[in-house]
Nanobody, 127 residues
Framework: EVRVVESGGGLVQAEGSLRLSCAASGFIFEDYTIGWFRQAPGKEREGVSCISSMDGSTYYADSVKGRFSISSDNAKNTVFLQMNSLKPEDTAVYYC????????????????????WGQGTLVTVSS
């Protein structure tokens, strides 16, 4: 069973940092793409970042470029999303998802193309 579990959310002040983790199991980690998405109250789910072992590509939404960084630890089957210079508008539930698809699926909002989704972790940024 393909499974991913997020952790690392919490409450942080504006300009602070958090590191989210996405722990994966049930599949060959090196063959998969991991995407990060977020959904704020009353807003649609949006793609934030992605890292793909299929072609070595990464993706960042314009709203997080220069502030967020995605990385992968294959030995631990874990992907990290380092979030710096957080803003109140970054407040949302953050989800990671795994799929055997390229990172282009994230900005294309191809949610159904991902095989597994985590339960989400809440990030709250206070002003």
């Amino acid at each position: 069973e393909v499974r991913v579990v997020e952790s690392g959310g919490g409450l942080v002040q504006a300009e602070g940092s958090l590191r989210l983790s996405c722990a994966a199991s049930g599949f060959i980690f090196e063959d998969y793409t991991i995407g990060w998405f977020r959904q704020a109250p009353g807003k649609e789910r949006e793609g934030v970042s992605c890292i793909s072992s299929m072609d070595g590509s990464t993706y960042y939404a314009d709203s997080v470029k220069g502030r967020f960084s995605i990385s992968s630890d294959n030995a631990k089957n874990t992907v990290f999303l380092q979030m710096n210079s957080l803003k109140p508008e970054d407040t949302a539930v953050y989800y990671c998802a795994a799929g055997w698809i390229p990172c282009s699926a994230v900005p294309a909002s191809q949610f159904n193309a991902f095989d597994a989704w985590g339960q989400g972790t809440l990030v709250t940024v206070s002003s």
